[in-house]
């Protein structure tokens, strides 16, 4: 027999090398996965002693509160907000009405007065009375003055016209047109 190539245990060598490589290759996963896994706990381990739990609930608490209080406060803030430019606009849009009434006020003279007065749109309503037809006939005339150029006042009407015998008083109520 001169088959020396021929070697019968070898086969079970090399199956025997494989599964010893194999083995050390999952040894190593296992020892590295372990050396992972105690580095994992140590880390935790320190942040719980270092940042405790109650404490970081504490603070998420007291956060999530002042958040919650503020979002209140900013809430009416937005609505004032709202509420202050909306005025705005509502202010820049209407007519100055100051100007005319204070100039129909100057006019009055000193024994009359003022019973009512409506602003509507663009009408004023103005009720006075007194005990003098002279003094309700001399306002009428300056008011008549006044809107003359159609500038303050652009029409007048006289609603009516009354007298109180008992207390001797005479009520006028004018409607004026405001331009």
Do not use: C, W
Request: charged share 20%.
């Amino acid at each position: 027999m001169n088959d020396k190539n021929i070697n019968l245990v070898s086969g079970e060598n090399e199956q025997a090398k494989s599964e010893k490589k194999k083995l050390k290759k999952v040894r190593l996963i296992a020892f590295f996965s372990l050396i992972i896994v105690a580095l994992f706990s140590v880390f935790v381990f320190l942040v719980n002693i270092t940042l405790p739990i109650q404490s970081v609930i504490q603070d998420q608490k007291v956060t999530s509160d002042s958040i919650f209080l503020l979002h209140g406060k900013l809430v009416k803030l937005y609505l004032i907000k709202d509420r202050v430019n909306n005025l705005s606009a509502i202010l820049l849009q209407r007519k100055d009405y100051i100007a005319p009434v204070d100039k129909i006020f100057a006019l009055l003279p000193s024994d009359l007065s003022v019973d009512g007065l409506v602003l509507d749109k663009n009408i004023l309503i103005l009720t006075i009375s007194g005990n003098s037809l002279s003094s309700i006939n001399e306002f009428i005339d300056a008011v008549v003055a006044l809107g003359a150029n159609k500038k303050l006042i652009s029409d007048i009407g006289i609603q009516g016209i009354k007298l109180d015998s008992s207390a001797g008083n005479y009520s006028l109520s004018l409607q004026l047109m405001i331009p």
